[in-house]
Every structure is written in C-alpha cells, then in structure tokens.
C-alpha cells in the first residue's frame, strides 16, 4: 500500500504537467495572434504615416518651389564694386560742362573763345556714381547653357544733384541673352559692349573712359558668334553737322550697323580685327512729322585694330582705329559722323584715333598703367562747309596712376590726367586733372 502512495503521485504529477502544457501551448498561439494582429496594425500605422509623409513631402516641395528665388537648375550670381572719386582738375580756357567733371569727356574740354578771352577754371568734386552691381544666371538646357546678365551703375543720372542727398538713379549698361547652342557657337541678343570694341584691350585706368582715342559704345544687338569669328547687327544712329553750324541727331534709320570681327591670339599676344559698316541718314521733316522736307543717306566704315599683349604680370594694350564714319563710336563722339554741306549731302570725314598703355606691378600690393592716346579728324575746308573753322581736329591724352592693393579686391590709388583739344581753326584748350579713387569689388 505504502508503495503505491509515490506512484499515484507520479501519476497525479505527469497529469498536472500535461495539463499545464497544454494550457501553456494554448496560451502561446494567443500571444502568437495577438502579436500578429499588433504587427498588422503597426503595419498599417507605417504605411498610414508613409503616405501622410509623402503627402506633406510633395506639398512641401511645391512649397519650395512655389517660393524658389530662381528656377530650379539655374545658378544665379551676383557682383560690382564700390568705388569713389575725389577729382580735382584744372581747365586752362573756361568752365567746362558738368558732364566733364565725374570722367573725361574729350570734346568738353574747353577751348580758347572766339573772343580771346577766357580765364582758368578750378573744380573739386567727390562722387560715388561709378560704383555698380550685376546679376547674372546661366541654365543648362538639352539645346544647351542659356545665360543672362543686368548691370546697373549711376552715371549721368539727371535726377539727384549735390546739394543735400546726392540721389542719383541708376542706369541700364548691361541686359542681354546669350545661348552658348554649341561648344563654340553662341548667340547674343540684347544691350553690351558694341562687337566692333574690344573692350579686354581697354587700359586699366582710374577714369570711367580712358584714352581719347579708344572705342567706346554699348548698344542694343544681336550677335552671332562661331569660333573667332563674330558677326552682329547693332542699333543705329546718326549726329551730324548742318551748314547753320548746329547738331543734327537722327535715329530714324533704315538699316542696321553691322559689324565683323575676328579674335586671334599669338601666345601671350591676344588680338583682334573689326570692321564696321553704317549707313549715315537725316530726314528734315515737317513741325509735325508728317511730310519730309529733306533727306538723304551715305555709307560709311570703320575699322579698329586692338588687343593686349602679356608679359608675366605686366601687359601691353593698344588700339588703332581709322574709318570715315568712326563719329560716335570714338572717343565718346569726340568727332560727329559727318556733316551736311550747301547742298544738302552727307559728306563723311576721314578719322583716326590710337592709344598705347603699359601696366607695371611694382609688387605684389603696388601696380601702375601709362597711357598716351591721340585722335585726329581730316575735316573739310570752308569753301565746302561753312562751319569747318568751328570743327574739332585733333585730341591728347596722358593718364598715368600709382595703386596700392592692401587686400583682394581692393584698391587705393591716384591718377594724372592730362588732356587737350583743338579745333580747326587753331584754337585750344588743355585739361589737367588729379583723381583719387578707392575701390571695393564683391
């Protein structure tokens, strides 16, 4: 009997275990569904928050492109520089016009009256109408780069004067389009350098200009670029001298300047070869425009040969340009287009101007450019137009300045200027001119 007591309890033992076996298995397949059903529904969290992200990425991103500054693919730059003058001149015949008094103008240089008479003239006069900024942007298309520029500066402005604020407005010197459609192909359509100048061979020089003698237009165009090779047709325009000794303007032409130039470079020596061709028109109309009174046209050309040459540091510039229609693209229409004789005809005028400069680094921190320039003008005499005693014949320059660059982009110098015009008949007036600058770019 006694022995089997630990049998039954061997047996009530092994019934207890299977029991709670098999209540454990039961237990686990619930937790296992439990945890099934957990793990669909955190699934269908997920995927609920996936597409709430989504949702807010796509608003987000029309957001951010709603508020994008520039469309996206395009890179967008911009620069300029801040500068100011302190210009001191002298003017040996008179008071010239204001103009003259912010950069040499070489036909506002006054000369010796007819009268005789005339006495010095001093000024003094700080500006910071030069400084200027750009924006440019270039994007990448399958037709290729796209590119554009505006550039602002405050020169001539007729609004401000130097009394009390100094507010002058700014002014439009570069808007245009430029599709690079090929490695070496580009074409170009809106307001720049004209193509006849080639601006790299401009000296550097603290005056807004420079030399007398180089070109200096910017105008509204389209050109066509392939290789060295550049082929454009630019705003036209036509100033000319009556037989009454006044100023005829007229931009009422019927055809385009247009303008060839080549681009060459002989190791360290760049240059470049233009031609222009103009075709000169004035209209005397009627007080009111309707009826023509007068007219008549004259083809003319130029041609400018300019570049730079390198050595190590320093470099070489210069210009050589000759034409009968030079006018307004020299010197800043130091010499008019032509003139108008008795009769009524556009007669053009024969004309050169040149300029040599030479910048020298003294040192890292010090440079300094040299420049002499010239123009001339082979005008009629008086029995083919009356007012010819009256006409400018011939222009000097001398620049010559000393800078210091204590930082990159900046710059603090002084330059000499000296300056003289003659006209026809003889009488002169000469220009002597101390302008100091600092200079800042970004």
Do not use: C
């Not at 233009?274 to 041609?303: C, H, I, P, V, W």
């Amino acid at each position: 009997m006694n022995k089997m007591k630990p049998l039954a309890a061997a047996v009530i033992a092994l019934g207890t275990l299977s029991a709670a076996t098999a209540a454990t298995a039961d237990d686990v397949d619930a937790r296992i569904q439990e945890l099934e059903r957990q793990l669909q529904e955190l699934k269908s969290q997920v995927s609920s928050q996936q597409e709430t992200i989504a949702s807010n990425k796509t608003e987000l991103q029309a957001e951010i492109e709603e508020a994008r500054p520039i469309a996206k693919g395009t890179k967008f730059t911009y620069g300029g520089f801040i500068q100011l003058d302190a210009i001191t001149s002298d003017y040996n015949e008179g008071k010239p016009n204001n103009l003259i008094e912010d950069f040499y103008v070489p036909s506002l240089v006054p000369v010796q009256p007819a009268t005789g008479n005339a006495d010095s003239y001093q000024s003094t006069n700080f500006t910071a109408k030069t400084s200027r900024f750009f924006f440019t942007t270039a994007t990448k298309t399958d037709a290729g780069m796209i590119g554009t520029r505006i550039e602002l500066d405050f020169m001539l402005s007729n609004q401000g004067d130097e009394r009390i604020s100094n507010s002058w407005s700014p002014r439009l010197r570069h808007a245009f389009v430029k599709w690079d459609y090929n490695s070496d192909s580009s074409l170009l359509a809106g307001q720049t350098w004209t193509t006849f100048f080639n601006v790299a061979a401009l000296p550097n020089l603290l005056d807004f200009v420079g030399p007398a003698g180089t070109i200096f237009v910017r105008q509204p165009q389209i050109r066509w670029t392939v290789g060295n090779l550049q082929f454009a047709a630019e705003n036209p325009a036509t100033r000319l001298n009556d037989a009454n000794g006044s100023t005829v303007y007229d931009n009422g032409q019927e055809m385009p300047d247009l303008v060839a130039r080549y681009n060459g470079q002989w190791g360290d020596l760049s240059w470049s070869a233009a031609a222009l061709g103009r075709e000169l028109m004035y209209q005397n109309r009627s007080a009111d425009g309707a009826t023509e009174n007068d007219k008549d046209d004259q083809f003319g050309y130029g041609l400018s040969f300019a570049g730079k040459w390198q050595l190590g540091m320093d470099n070489i510039s210069y210009m050589f340009n000759y034409g009968d229609a030079l006018g307004r693209y020299m010197g800043l229409n130091s010499f008019n287009d032509g003139y108008i004789n008795s009769a009524g005809d556009i007669k053009t005028v024969d004309t050169w101007g040149a300029f040599l400069a030479y910048e020298h680094f003294w040192s890292d921190r010090w440079r300094s450019t040299f420049s002499i320039s010239a123009s001339e003008a082979d005008n009629p005499d008086v029995s083919d137009f009356a007012g010819a005693n009256s006409l400018a014949k011939k222009y000097q320059s001398l620049h010559a300045n000393l800078n210091w660059l204590p930082a990159p982009k900046l710059s603090i110098g002084g330059e000499l200027i000296l300056a003289s015009k003659e006209l026809e008949d003889g009488r002169d007036g000469d220009m002597s001119r101390i302008q100091m600058a600092v200079k800042y770019g970004f």
